[in-house]
């Protein structure tokens, strides 16, 4: 239904220029992480094309859809606010542009967070967002260089470099982004 060109300019029409261009790395990113590892790349791109897509939207309206969608838990009211337009972004995608693929909408409603149990599709939106050229992190290479080798442990890594970043600056973690990340350990042994 929707062409990429047309997809992109719904996006575009979302954000200032800057945050279209973290969504352009986003994409690139998850590309490349789609091809090594045996991901849809047509899936990865859709979801790293809207997984930003609620990121301006007036906080008002963001506590309103919390508030009347059923699936998305309303303690999120209680934690940072820049945690709300990743599930209310997959909420608005499905809405608004009409994606009704549970996959893709997954990977937007997590790729903030993270949860236990990640499809691959949500691991590699959720590691290309913290992997894109574009982004200047502590520890970030080492990241980049696991993410050529181990999705799993390269994932691990960036959740803990946010967890660690997140104490220091004496903001709460939530529950969720804790619990990808010890799944995630679990997992590696
Ligand atoms: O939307 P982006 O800036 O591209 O990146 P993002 O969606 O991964 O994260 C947005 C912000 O949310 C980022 O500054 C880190 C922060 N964040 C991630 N997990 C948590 C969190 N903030 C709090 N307070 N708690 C979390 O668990
Ligand atoms: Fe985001
Ligand atoms: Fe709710
Ligand atoms: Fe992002």
Not at 89 to 109: C, P, T, W, Y
Request: one cysteine or more; a negative charge.
């Amino acid at each position: 239904q929707w062409t990429k060109e047309e997809m992109l300019q719904a996006v575009k029409d979302q954000m200032p220029e800057k945050r279209y261009i973290h969504t352009l790395g986003v994409v690139q990113a998850a590309k490349e992480l789609a091809g090594r590892y045996g991901v849809d790349p047509y899936e990865a791109e859709i979801a790293a094309i809207f997984h930003d897509y609620a990121k301006f939207r007036d906080e008002s309206e963001m506590v309103k859809i919390i508030k009347h969608t059923a699936d998305i838990p309303n303690d999120l009211l209680d934690y940072h606010k820049e945690l709300w337009h990743a599930p209310v972004g997959a909420q608005l995608v499905q809405k608004e542009i009409g994606i009704e693929h549970k996959d893709i909408l997954n990977a937007i409603r997590f790729h903030t967070t993270g949860r236990p149990g990640m499809s691959l599709l949500e691991k590699v939106v959720c590691l290309a967002d913290y992997i894109e050229p574009g982004r200047k992190f502590i520890g970030l290479e080492e990241v980049r260089e696991l993410a050529l080798k181990d999705i799993d442990r390269a994932l691990a890594l960036a959740l803990s470099n946010t967890i660690q970043f997140l104490q220091q600056q004496g903001q709460e973690v939530y529950p969720l982004t804790i619990s990808a990340y010890e799944f995630l350990r679990v997992g590696l042994g």
